[in-house]
C-alpha cells in the first residue's frame, strides 16, 4: 500500500515539475504561469531554459516513481529546488501573485516529497 502511494506522490510532483516546460516551446506561457511577461531576448532565453531544467528535475521524480533506485536522489533534487524557489518568493516583497502560487504549491510538494522520504527510511 505505501509503495503504491510513494508512487503516485512522485508522479503528481513530477507532472507538477513537467508543466513548465510549455514555456520552451512558448515563452508567452510565462504570464500565465507566473504573471510576468518575458520582454527582451536574455530573459526569453533563461524562462525558457528554467523550464527545461524544472522538466528534468520531473521526468527524475516520475522515473524515481518506478525505480527505487533514483528515490532518494530525484527526491532530494526536488526539495532543493523548491526551497530555493520559496526562499527566493519569500524573501522577495513584489512578487506577482502568480508566483506566490508557485510557492504555496511547492510548499504543498515539499510535504508530499517529505512524506517519500519518512516512508522510504520507515520501511528499512
Not at 17 to 24: A, E, G, K, S
Not at 87 to 94: C, D, G, H, K
Amino acid at each position: 500500500m505505501s509503495e503504491r502511494f510513494v508512487q503516485i506522490i512522485l508522479v503528481i510532483v513530477g507532472v507538477i515539475n513537467v508543466l513548465p516546460i510549455m514555456v520552451f516551446f512558448d515563452s508567452t506561457k510565462t504570464a500565465k504561469l507566473y504573471g510576468v511577461p518575458i520582454e527582451g531576448e536574455n530573459l526569453t532565453i533563461l524562462m525558457r531554459h528554467r523550464g527545461v531544467l524544472l522538466s528534468l528535475v520531473g521526468i527524475a521524480l516520475i522515473t524515481a516513481a518506478f525505480k527505487k533506485e533514483y528515490r532518494i536522489l530525484a527526491t532530494l533534487l526536488a526539495l532543493i529546488s523548491k526551497i530555493a524557489f520559496i526562499f527566493l518568493t519569500f524573501t522577495t516583497s513584489n512578487h506577482t501573485a502568480e508566483i506566490g502560487q508557485v510557492a504555496l504549491i511547492d510548499v504543498g510538494a515539499i510535504f508530499l516529497l517529505l512524506i517519500v522520504l519518512g516512508l522510504h527510511f520507515y520501511k528499512k
